[in-house]
């Protein structure tokens, strides 16, 4: 069964430093999306980054980036030069692409801390 | 162009009434999910609408059900509320029906209605 995990429930970071949320997936579908989504308080899913199972290279959207495993079927967030506002809990999610249509199945979040 | 939104935002029942909220995708997606978002069970799919037809349902009993208007608006209805009700219900909206392939459409989710059960 298709299944997400995100081993970090909260993670601090000195603002202006990197860091990496991590997140591991399961699905036997060869075909598959994954992505990556940031829950502010005001409750709102804010799309970050996208990853298709059969995109030669990692992602990249501006201080995202994304650091695509296959074998280890890991697709670690990586924000650079974090910033004070990206304080928020940080979901890894996947579509498959056999009939999955537009179902995501979300892991358990990351609460980002980010410090001055 | 303007996101998606949902109404009411926030929301306050009592057991065994009924509630319905409301969805309105961003303009031109035809495809809206929605999902419940809990702290003991996390984010959870519900179903998924396009072009006014259920296309995809998750594990919820029978009391949450949902429609498609032509518009593409979309309206989910819990009757019989219980306690565990309460959530934020969450609704996405996707320009593409999600063909297989792995496809990059994403979906773009709107700001939520926090529901409070008593």
């Known amino acids: 069964a298709q299944k997400i995990t995100q081993t970090q429930p909260g993670m601090f970071v000195q603002e202006k430093e990197a860091v990496t949320l991590d997140c591991t997936y399961d699905t036997s579908d060869p075909s598959y999306g994954l992505f990556w989504y940031k829950q502010p308080s005001s409750g709102e899913m804010i799309f970050l980054i996208y990853?298709?199972?059969?995109?030669?290279q990692n992602a990249t959207e501006g201080r995202y980036s994304l650091n695509f495993q296959k074998a280890r079927k890991s697709a670690n967030l990586v924000i650079s030069a974090s910033q004070l506002g990206d304080s928020a809990m940080y979901f890894c999610?996947?579509?498959?692409?056999?009939?999955?249509?537009?179902?995501?199945?979300f892991g358990a979040g990351t609460r980002l801390a980010v410090h001055p | 162009k303007a996101g998606v939104t949902q109404t009411p935002r926030y929301l306050i029942k009592t057991r065994g009434q009924q509630v319905t909220l409301s969805c309105s995708p961003i303009s031109g997606h035809r495809s809206v999910s929605w999902y419940q978002q809990t702290p003991g069970q996390g984010l959870q799919f519900l179903f998924e609408?396009?072009?006014?037809?259920?296309?995809n349902k998750g594990n919820f009993p029978g009391r949450f059900s949902g429609r498609q208007f032509s518009n593409s608006r979309s309206e989910m209805n819990v009757s019989t509320l219980e306690l565990g009700d309460s959530a934020l219900y969450l609704c996405a909206s996707s320009p593409d029906p999600g063909l297989a392939g792995g496809r990059r459409e994403t979906q773009y989710f709107g700001p939520g209605t926090r529901l409070l059960v008593l």
């Open positions: 609408y396009f072009s006014e037809t259920q296309r």
């Open positions: 999610a996947m579509r498959e692409g056999s009939g999955g249509y537009n179902k995501l199945i």
């Open positions: 990853q298709g199972s059969y995109d030669q």
